[in-house]
């Protein structure tokens, strides 16, 4: 796409400020100067960012947990994941300490799948997407204010599932949806 | 799944109170009861939500609009996109709009594809997914701070560059990948 012309689009940062320190996110308004020369107002929440885990098991099962979520004031089936500790901490191991914490699961092959950006018109959280083989058992140790229950679901089920639009948490969609493409080829 | 005790992860609200009220977001500070008694503070940034269409010409292309995200600070690839213009607005009427703005483009076969949360850990957004056929060309008309360049790819050609991690976007890998599943059965 190189004969597109991406200067025609681009924005540049005239300032940046911080509205607001919540306990995950951290809003700044950004004044941008536009192509057009015009300034535009954007408000961005920064966010640590996060690893999510699609395990495998020979069998063909996919591990996922079922947890309580405010925001959407639901019960949700994910695959594992969570926030990073702190900005720049290494994805991949980010990703073995959540697997291990939500499911006692530890993996003998990690595939990184992708990054996905989830939310670009108002946060910069990027999550890292992996998959998980040659799974052994363990004993899982969720965070205290944790709750979740472990779920195992056949990897062809869990796409027909997503297929017919019953499964909605945006990275569990894109990390199985990844992995059956490595694991069916 | 109804084997699974989801009375034993459920959380219920005690208190909600509104701590920032940004340009597009509004941060609530959620005191949620935890099934073991305990009280957890929850941050929840609330959102009007939004529609995201993937329309596939009569050649098997895809249209797609590269913009700036300033949250990233990058220019992304994505599906035509965009928020609703109120809480509750008719979302296939959202998605005709936003593609029309966007790309120009109206289409006589609409298919809704699923509806997603993108970051269920701290948002309640929602977006619906469509796959649109039957296109018609036409005149764009972006909102005055918008600027975006379209791009059109071979549909197969867009789901390897996910496979291989060339697309970031979230809303944008799901949609695509929804859509492959329903145009090539």
């Known amino acids: 796409m190189a004969h597109f012309d991406d200067a025609s689009i681009l924005e540049t940062t005239v300032e ?11 809003i700044d308004h950004v004044n941008n100067r536009l192509p057009n020369g ?14 999510a885990v699609v395990p495998v098991d020979g069998d063909g099962n996919v591990w996922l947990v079922k947890q309580f979520r ?4 639901q019960i949700l ?3 594992p994941a969570g926030k990073l500790d702190y900005k ?22 990690w595939t990184h ?23 052994s058992a363990g004993q899982s140790h969720p965070d205290d204010d944790e709750f979740l229950n472990v779920v195992k679901l056949p990897l ?8 017919r639009g019953q499964v909605t948490d945006a990275k569990t969609i894109c990390a199985v949806l990844l992995a059956e493409k490595v694991v069916n080829g």
């Open 16 to 26: 940046s400020k911080r509205v607001f320190d919540g306990l995950i996110l951290h």
């Open 38 to 51: 015009k300034l535009a107002a954007r408000e961005v929440a920064r966010h640590v960012g996060a690893s």
């Open 70 to 73: 405010a925001p959407i004031d």
């Open 77 to 79: 089936l994910e695959v």
């Open 88 to 109: 720049g901490e290494d994805r991949l191991e980010a990703a073995k300490r959540e697997l291990k914490e939500e499911t006692g699961l530890t993996a003998g092959e």
């Open 113 to 135: 799948l992708s990054d996905i950006v989830t939310t670009p018109g108002f946060s910069d959280e990027l999550i890292s997407l992996y998959l998980a083989r040659d799974l």
């Open 156 to 163: 062809n089920e869990l796409v027909a599932m997503i297929a």
